[in-house]
Nanobody
Framework: VQLQASGGGLVQAGGSLRLSCSSSGRAFSSYTMGWFRQAPGKEREFVAAISSGGRSTYYADSVKVRFTISRDNAKKTADLQMNSLKPEDTAVYYC????????????????????WGQGTLVTVSS
């Protein structure tokens, strides 16, 4: 399984970006997908997750309302729409696949995900 994250860049505070994660693996639709981020000098933190069928979504409190996670199982993609970006959203963003099929809890622990994309840098200027 290979995950490819894209869509990062430099944006002003208040702006928007859309990240995309594409998967090469089989059975994409069987797994919860998550987005995490890691800022310089900080630990990797949970951002959002979406269940295998897309019916359930989960968000960190810091991004609720501003970010939206979605997936297209036919295209094997999981996207993160980020609006009203803040300088504190600056980080490398990683997509990841949950290690067990058809489960999504706990969804916010990095060690529950077994495949990771290479990361895409998001920089929000003030």
């Amino acid at each position: 399984v290979q995950l490819q994250a894209s869509g990062g860049g430099l944006v002003q505070a208040g702006g928007s970006l859309r990240l995309s994660c594409s998967s090469s693996g089989r059975a994409f639709s069987s797994y919860t997908m998550g987005w995490f981020r890691q800022a310089p000098g900080k630990e990797r933190e949970f951002v959002a997750a979406i269940s295998s069928g897309g019916r359930s979504t989960y968000y960190a409190d810091s991004v609720k309302v501003r970010f939206t996670i979605s997936r297209d199982n036919a295209k094997k993609t999981a996207d993160l729409q980020m609006n009203s970006l803040k300088p504190e959203d600056t980080a490398v963003y990683y997509c990841a696949r949950y290690k067990s099929p058809y489960t999504s809890r706990p969804f916010d622990r990095p060690d529950e995900y077994d495949y990771w994309g290479q990361g895409t840098l998001v920089t929000v200027s003030s």
